[in-house]
């Protein structure tokens, strides 16, 4: 339901101002109107908009840039302090502003410092593994052989390592020490050890061998192969201690001082929040004047409060709402437990208007009944409402709970269709449990399903006819009314000219249902111009697109005996029961989600488009924010 | 020779409305994955959209059904 609002007129001193805004603020029920033409009311009272002084201007500047500089402070100090500080903002306003640039300013530095330390950090990282297999090769080389050049390589393959080594052996006649490690990442890494001196020969032979040395970053790249390792090894270290000594000063400077920050930060919120509403505030030369929208049953409250805190001196009034401000009237929505869930699928569309309907009591009754008239079947119904309740059971986010709620009415729909259509799993509740249908059996009767179907879809479609025939009838659009009316008539006309063609048994003769098509007709062409008859033919498309239900519904069961029949064919009953349970499965998610899918556009394509007008104002009431 | 003919005439009345959803719903899928990478919060607009020329198909269905059910 839309919820009735009042148009009001919140009246004071100025210098009462901020205190009728906080008030405001605290009640969170007002949703101020800015707009100067729906201000002036009936009585076309000389006032305009709020002008802040200069002084009320710098403040709110000052407020801004500093309530930006510690929202960014609060952002680069991390979390941790749970103490909550019981400072008195104003006061102390000029120090806080002073401190929290000195802090800023380090902060930044920190933050960028880290930045740094985690690119170089980053860039060396692809070391580590090889540092981590060299080092203890290295250790060993080093305590044996004091006066060697040693160097690094890196092996394609075992094939280049023994090659290599043999011909090591040959060059420098057992003068060699070759050692070889695999690195955490699989690539094999060696370091040969040569009389010092021997170096241009190794490198000869390696360049000839097509074996490369190990490649070291670019600050590296002076001295020996064992002084790399050294300076990339000290330099992790480094990273690491450094990044601890910020970590741990920025944690200091945060356990001191976040939760001050947080406390004027809140502060500052508050005011800044008071400010923003003056924005749509009128004055008179003594006065100001809030404009506002307020749920109809929250007048007395919000009049009783405004007495209380100001005895008097602030007056709250309801006032006309006239013509014009139909469209500005904000729109909330406020429906009972049941349909609350159905609101996240009205969410999709854009808000209805003030003067027009709240979708989502039809979306609560009627997507249901679609869906199990689509799936409807007792056992996956029964499947689905488990599955709800598993999901009610485990309390998760909002979202998955009206998901949960949804999907409980839906298989419970389902379930009840199920029995009309005498359905358990396909048509194994007939052969197995000798279930009959009450209503017929979808399975072979396609066209009483699809006579259904439209049936449905017909009176849906009306349904929505008449809600607009209402909607134009309370807005004094007279014309409007008539012509959907007429659509009405013509439709039920033509409904039951296709009855008495279906079905002649029943006596009815077509006569009288074709005069009324022949009075209907001309009247829309003569009322709403040659256009009329094709708004007429689009509704009679909507009505047939219903013909989906049957499609949907049909799909669905023939699946079903189609995973029993296969279920049955395997000849085993693990295997039989293995096909039909995973042939079952496959079903219902499909049977989830197309009647979910179709449900959904036939509202918002044939239903919602009959009656609806969409482009409402969504109510925003100012309202106290929550410290953080 | 009439039976073959009927089941032809339902053939065609479902494949063809078929071929048809299936290229009017690639243009709309890929302009909605567009659309989706930009406005995520558009997802179930563009589920029903791709929904929208079902329709076709699902009439082929019905069709086809009533040649092979009624004539």
């Given at each position: ?366 997507f249901p009944?679609f869906f199990g008239?689509m799936l409807g079947d007792?056992g996956y119904g029964l499947i689905l409402i488990l599955f709800a309740?598993?999901l ?11 998901a949960a709620?949804i999907l409980g009415a839906c298989g419970?729909l389902t379930m ?136 949907i519904g049909?799909t669905s069961?023939?699946l079903a ?23 079952h499965t496959f079903n219902l998610i499909l049977g989830v989600f197309a009647p979910t899918i179709h449900a959904l ?28 | ?46 589920i ?24």
């Amino acid at each position: 339901m839309i919820v009735r609002m009042v148009k009001v007129e919140i009246v004071g001193p100025k210098e009462l101002l901020f205190d009728a805004i906080d008030a405001a603020r605290h009640l969170g029920v007002l949703h101020l109107e800015s707009d100067p033409q729906s201000a002036a009311g009936p009585d076309q009272l000389p006032i305009s908009s709020l002008q802040l002084s200069e002084n009320g201007f710098e403040e709110r500047l000052f407020f801004e840039e500093l309530a930006d500089k510690i929202s960014t402070l609060l952002k680069i100090l991390p979390p941790g302090s749970l103490r909550k500080s019981t400072l008195q903002p104003l006061p102390v306003l000029d120090i806080i502003a002073t401190k929290a640039e000195k802090h800023l300013s380090f902060c930044r530095q920190q933050r960028d410092r880290l930045t740094e330390l985690a690119d170089e950090e980053k860039e060396l990282d692809a070391f580590r593994g090889l540092l981590q297999t060299i080092e203890p090769m290295l250790s060993g080389i080093d305590h044996q052989h004091r006066m060697l050049d040693i160097f690094g390589l890196s092996f394609k393959d075992q094939e280049s390592f023994h090659r290599l080594s043999t011909l090591l052996e040959e060059l420098f006649d057992g003068e060699v020490v070759l050692t070889t490690a695999d690195t955490a990442a699989g690539d094999r890494v060696g370091i040969v050890a040569i009389a010092t001196g021997a170096g241009a020969r190794l490198r000869s032979l390696l360049e000839t061998e097509n074996v490369p040395e190990l490649d070291f970053p670019e600050e590296f790249k002076n001295g020996t192969f064992v002084e790399k390792v050294h300076y990339l090894s000290e330099r992790l270290r480094q990273i690491d201690a450094e990044r601890a000594r910020i970590k741990g000063e920025l944690t200091r400077l945060g356990q001191s001082w976040r939760p001050i920050y947080q406390q004027v930060y809140n502060w500052l919120s508050q005011q800044l929040d008071i400010l923003e509403a003056s924005a749509a505030v009128f004055e008179t030369g003594m006065c100001f004047i809030i404009i506002g929208w307020l749920p109809q049953k929250q007048l007395e409250r919000m009049q009783s409060c405004l007495e209380q805190r100001f005895k008097g001196r602030v007056t709250l009034e309801s006032i006309a709402i006239m013509e014009s401000d139909l469209e500005r009237i904000p729109v909330a929505l406020m429906n009972p437990r049941y349909f609350k869930p159905f609101e996240r699928m009205t969410a999709l569309l854009p808000l209805p208007r003030y003067s027009s309907f709240d979708p989502t009591p039809f979306l609560g009754i009627f997507f249901p009944l679609f869906f199990g008239m689509m799936l409807g079947d007792i056992g996956y119904g029964l499947i689905l409402i488990l599955f709800a309740s598993g999901l009610l059971m485990r309390n998760g986010p909002p979202l998955l709970l009206d998901a949960a709620r949804i999907l409980g009415a839906c298989g419970l729909l389902t379930m009840l269709f199920g029995g009309l259509y005498g359905e358990l799993l396909g048509d194994w509740g007939s052969q197995a449990l000798g279930l009959q249908p009450l209503f017929f059996e979808r399975s072979h009767a396609i066209v009483p399903m699809l006579y259904f179907s439209l049936s449905v879809g017909g009176m849906h479609i009306l349904l929505g006819l008449v809600l607009k025939t209402i909607s134009s009838c309370r807005h004094h659009l007279w014309k409007e009314g008539v012509l959907k009316f007429l659509e009405i008539i013509a439709i039920l006309g033509l409904s039951l000219l296709f009855v008495t063609f279906l079905w002649p048994e029943t006596g009815l003769e077509p006569a009288p249902f074709l005069l009324l098509i022949s009075i209907a007709v001309p009247a829309m062409i003569l009322l709403g111009g040659l256009l009329a008859p094709l708004e007429l033919l689009k509704t009679v498309g909507n009505i047939v697109s219903y013909a989906r239900i049957m499609a949907i519904g049909t799909t669905s069961v023939l699946l079903a005996v189609i995973a029993n029949r296969l279920g049955g064919m395997t000849g085993d009953v693990i295997a039989g029961l293995l096909v039909a349970g995973l042939l079952h499965t496959f079903n219902l998610i499909l049977g989830v989600f197309a009647p979910t899918i179709h449900a959904l556009r036939l509202h918002y394509v044939e239903f919602f488009s009959k009656f609806l007008e969409v482009g409402g104002r969504r109510f925003a009431p100012l309202d106290k924010k929550e410290p953080d | 020779m009439e039976k073959a003919y009927l089941a032809f005439a339902a053939a065609l009345a479902i494949g063809l409305p078929a071929l048809a959803t299936a290229w009017a719903q690639s243009r709309i899928g890929a302009a909605g994955a567009g659309t989706l990478a930009e406005k995520p919060e558009l997802t179930g607009t563009i589920i029903v959209l791709i929904a929208i020329p079902e329709t076709m198909v699902i009439l082929g269905f019905v069709v086809a059904a009533m040649i092979l059910l009624m004539l």
